[in-house]
């Protein structure tokens, strides 16, 4: 089975903290993302990685940084964080074979910036 | 205009009914089409995939694809309270790396 970890279920944080969110796959998947998803809006792509330190914007990247130092761990950075960055974020990971990018989820971290 | 877009709901069905869940997608390059599932508070998780024109049939769950019409739909036959959650339907392909657009999502609640 394909496992995604994302080192948090819940975080709290200060307006203004550097915030790290982890996450590991265990499939050797070359393809990582980053969403985060709010109410009425949907899932929205951060960035996305397609290999080791190799890093692509998604859609809503401002605010945000990446780091995929192993192939297994990419990690999002919120540099400083604001209350509007209060959300889910989910961890994906695929592999990369032409046409079926599936794609797998960690359990999501929840983030609340206060 | 949206690139995916889900009928809006909420979708409520009783008990033993089939539930239709319909998605159209704006990318004419578009290659594979995923439906997920996704309960309250927890992650998405694949339900169905499909890559061909017709039918794909998986236990009470049938995915159908026309992409003459741009056109991806899931039915869920003898729907239970269990699938009571919110279901994404995602395309792929005309982009690179596996990026998969999603579209916002039916909640579909099966009353007993």
């Known amino acids: 089975d394909v496992k995604v970890t994302q080192s948090s279920r819940y975080l709290v944080k200060r307006t203004g903290e550097k915030v790290f969110l982890e996450c590991v796959q265990d499939?050797?998947?070359?393809?990582m993302f980053w969403y985060r998803q709010d109410p009425g809006l949907g899932l929205r792509l951060i960035y996305f990685?397609?290999?080791?330190?190799?890093?692509e914007k998604g859609d809503i990247p401002e605010g945000y940084s990446v780091s995929r130092e192993k192939k297994e761990r990419f990690s999002l950075i919120l540099e400083s964080a604001s209350t509007n960055q209060t959300s889910m974020y989910l961890c994906?990971?695929?592999?990369?074979?032409?046409?079926?990018?599936?794609?797998?989820f960690g359990a999501g971290t929840r983030l609340s910036v206060l | 205009q949206k690139e995916v877009e889900q009928n809006s709901g909420p979708l409520s069905v009783p008990e033993g009914a089939i539930a239709s869940l319909n998605c159209t997608y704006s990318?004419?390059?578009?290659?594979?089409f995923f439906w997920y599932r996704q309960y309250s508070g927890k992650s998405p998780e694949l339900i169905m995939f499909?890559?061909?024109?017709g039918d794909k049939e998986d236990g009470r769950f049938t995915a159908q694809l026309n992409k003459a019409s741009q056109y991806v739909s899931l039915l869920i036959r003898d729907s239970q309270p269990s699938d009571s959650a919110t279901y994404l339907c995602?395309?792929?392909?005309?982009?690179?790396?596996?990026?998969?657009?999603f579209g916002q999502g039916t909640i579909l609640t099966v009353h007993p």
């Open positions: 994906a990971s695929s592999p990369q074979s032409g046409a079926k990018n599936i794609q797998y």
């Open positions: 499939m050797d998947h070359e393809n």
């Open positions: 990685s397609y290999d080791v330190k190799m890093k």
């Open positions: 990318d004419r390059g578009s290659q594979s």
């Open positions: 499909i890559y061909s024109n």
């Open positions: 995602a395309v792929t392909g005309g982009t690179s790396y596996g990026k998969l657009t």
